[in-house]
Nanobody, 122 residues
Framework: QVQLVESGGGLVRAGDSLRLSCAAS????????MAWFRQAPGKEREFVAR????????YHADSVRGRFAIDRDNAKNTVYLQMNSLKPEDTAVYYC???????????????WGQGTQVTVSS
């Protein structure tokens, strides 16, 4: 079955950086759009970034554009999220997800990881 396993979360201070990883198995990774979403306490899950199956194109939410960068390594079946200049409002559980289509809508994603906690202190 499809498995997505996130890692790299933690507790950091405002202004610090983190790099999240998501290792995929049980799917043809290079055929899938990969994305990162996040969910803060009491809030809905929101789109963060997505990367095309080839890795040639990516798109980031306005709230993270210029600070976060998504990329992927199809040889390693892994997608990454480099997070720089972190802010307390970035605190959330971060999830990676797989889809057959380019979309910012979480309903388009058929596989999800278990999530990794990112906490940013002020």
């Amino acid at each position: 079955q499809v498995q997505l396993v996130e890692s790299g979360g933690g507790l950091v201070r405002a202004g610090d950086s983190l790099r999240l990883s998501c290792a995929a198995s049980g799917l043809t990774f290079s055929n899938n759009v990969m994305a990162w979403f996040r969910q803060a306490p009491g809030k809905e899950r929101e789109f963060v970034a997505r990367v095309s199956a080839s890795g040639m194109t990516s798109y980031h939410a306005d709230s993270v554009r210029g600070r976060f960068a998504i990329d992927r390594d199809n040889a390693k079946n892994t997608v990454y999220l480099q997070m720089n200049s972190l802010k307390p409002e970035d605190t959330a559980v971060y999830y990676c997800a797989a889809s057959g289509t380019l979309s910012d809508d979480l309903r388009a994603y058929y596989a999800w990881g278990q999530g990794t906690q990112v906490t940013v202190s002020s």
